[in-house]
């Protein structure tokens, strides 16, 4: 009887451990999941950066936000009516 609850008191110490660790688990993965949304976040500004320089090298202006246009429209542009 002795050896059965010291056996239970293993298992449940056991279970103990494994919820810090799911727990320790779901931290980092959330840390992670910040960590590539702010990775996104600087990618996404690099590219706009680049599309500004691209834009203004082949205009020889500083485009409005809303007037970058997306790599097809550099290539076919649009007559202006």
Known sequence: MGTKSGIRIQESKSSVQKLGTK???RRRFI???NFLSLYKNECNQQL???RLRLFSL???QR???NQIPNF???LFPIPQT
């Open 31 to 33: 840390a992670l999941l």
């Open 48 to 50: 706009q950066n680049s």
């Open 23 to 25: 727990r320790r688990r």
């Open 63 to 65: 485009p409005r936000q």
């Open 58 to 60: 082949l205009y020889g």
């Open 72 to 74: 097809f429209s550099t």
